[in-house]
């Protein structure tokens, strides 16, 4: 059941467009009282994958939206884990596109953002994008 006292704003943080190289997702602002679910659309890969042709999702936190570091505790997400270099999902299987990624950002940084990490060499590339819904929750 929805939280009566939840809202929810929806933005699109990387454009759909097939990726050769890393693409870096527009910064979310999480509010004061809230946090990120960051979803990640990964397309039919136009590269056989394998571990030195693969694609890193990882999450990124930032206190002022311009010095980034990546999110390595998993105390501050939710619906996964995370690993070095913000790591939540690693995509080196072709089976493993065409699919939807998502993990949230509950941490104190007031901003998090997604990367597409293009690892190895991407003739063809493969399209991706992102969405990001930040929940604000009225703590009255």
Same mark, same amino acid.
């Given at each position: 059941?929805?939280?009566?006292?939840?809202?929810?704003?929806?933005?699109?943080?990387?454009?759909?467009?097939?990726?050769?190289?890393?693409?870096?997702? %527009?910064?979310? =602002?999480?509010? /004061?009282? #809230?946090?990120?679910?960051?979803?990640?659309?990964? !397309?039919? &890969?136009?590269?056989?994958?394998?571990?030195?042709?693969?694609?890193?999702?990882?999450?990124?936190?930032?206190?002022?939206?311009?010095?980034?570091?990546?999110?390595?505790?998993?105390?501050?997400?939710?619906?996964?884990?995370?690993?070095?270099?913000?790591?939540?999902? %690693?995509?080196? =299987?072709?089976? /493993?596109? #065409?699919?939807?990624?998502?993990?949230?950002?509950? !941490?104190? &940084?007031?901003?998090?953002?997604?990367?597409?990490?293009?690892?190895?060499?991407?003739?063809?590339?493969?399209?991706?994008?992102?969405?990001?819904?930040?929940?604000?929750?009225?703590?009255?």
């Amino acid at each position: 059941m929805a939280n009566n006292h939840e809202q929810r704003d929806w933005f699109q943080s990387l454009d759909p467009a097939v990726a050769k190289m890393t693409r870096v997702g %527009m910064p979310i =602002d999480q509010g /004061e009282h #809230g946090h990120v679910d960051h979803c990640v659309q990964i !397309g039919v &890969a136009g590269d056989l994958l394998s571990t030195s042709r693969c694609i890193s999702l990882r999450l990124d936190a930032s206190e002022d939206g311009a010095h980034w570091e990546p999110v390595v505790d998993d105390a501050h997400v939710s619906g996964g884990s995370v690993g070095a270099y913000g790591e939540f999902a %690693m995509i080196d =299987d072709s089976c /493993e596109t #065409g699919l939807i990624y998502s993990i949230r950002y509950r !941490g104190k &940084a007031c901003y998090s953002r997604i990367q597409v990490a293009m690892l190895g060499r991407h003739e063809k590339g493969t399209p991706v994008a992102a969405l990001a819904s930040r929940v604000s929750v009225d703590v009255h």
